[in-house]
């Protein structure tokens, strides 16, 4: 166990809908990561947050947006759903907001499936 | 971005040793080289980093390349847990980790 916690688990949604996904990350730690995993692209890093604020973006869509908040929990939303939309998403933390030593801590993810 | 290169698969036999390559030509001299690994159905672990000099912690050993245009993950004895999907990745002090395929670890038991 990471220490770091997704919620749901498993999203069924049709095309076009918008979604939440939720994570909350260790204890202490000030960043969080998004990831995108899919059959044909791989672990994409999407974006990152540290102490509230967006700290770097990977390849996230527009359709795609993240905050976190107060309490350090980020929320990823995606809107406009597509079927290629569909796939894992996984949520990391770290104590720092970058260093070339840091290690990042995952949770188990979210199931996204777009049908 | 320097770039990692990898097998797409490995086998190895239960308690037997496992040597997972992985080339980084291109590795600057502020790079850290790290090794996550994906079990199946979980999200990525850390396993072990290091920067100049052979490593060692309780999951594995990292050996570095005089050169550091190589490195070498190795399991001092593999077991079933072991299988995964293995990444290299290079890291410096600005840029996000960004993963690439990896290598599929197979244990046979």
């Known amino acids: 166990d990471s220490g770091v916690t997704q919620t749901p688990k498993h999203l069924i949604t049709a095309t076009g809908q918008r979604v939440t996904l939720r994570c909350s990350p260790r204890?202490?730690?000030?960043?969080v990561y998004w990831y995108q995993q899919s059959l044909d692209q791989g672990l994409q890093f999407l974006i990152q947050?540290?102490?509230?604020?967006?700290?770097a973006k990977g390849n996230i869509l527009e359709r795609f947006s993240a905050q976190q908040f107060p309490d350090l929990h980020s929320e990823l939303n995606l809107s406009s759903l597509e079927l290629g939309d569909s796939a894992l998403y996984f949520c990391a933390s770290s104590v720092a907001s970058s260093g070339d030593q840091e290690t990042q801590y995952f949770g188990p993810g979210t199931r996204l499936l777009v049908l | 971005d320097a770039k990692t290169t990898q097998p797409n698969s490995m086998e190895s036999n239960e308690e037997e040793p496992v040597h997972l390559p992985c080339n980084h030509s291109t590795i600057s001299g502020t790079d850290y080289i790290h090794w996550y690994r994906q079990l199946p159905s979980q999200g990525p672990e850390y396993v072990i980093h290091g920067l100049t000099s052979n490593v060692n912690n309780r999951m594995a050993s990292l050996a570095i390349a005089e050169d550091r245009k190589s490195s070498t993950l190795i399991l001092h004895r593999a077991t079933l847990r072991d299988a995964a999907v293995y990444y290299c990745i290079l890291r410096d002090v600005i840029e996000d980790m960004r993963f690439g395929a990896g290598t599929r670890l197979t244990v046979k038991p």
């Open positions: 204890s202490g730690d000030l960043s």
């Open positions: 947050y540290y102490n509230g604020e967006e700290r």
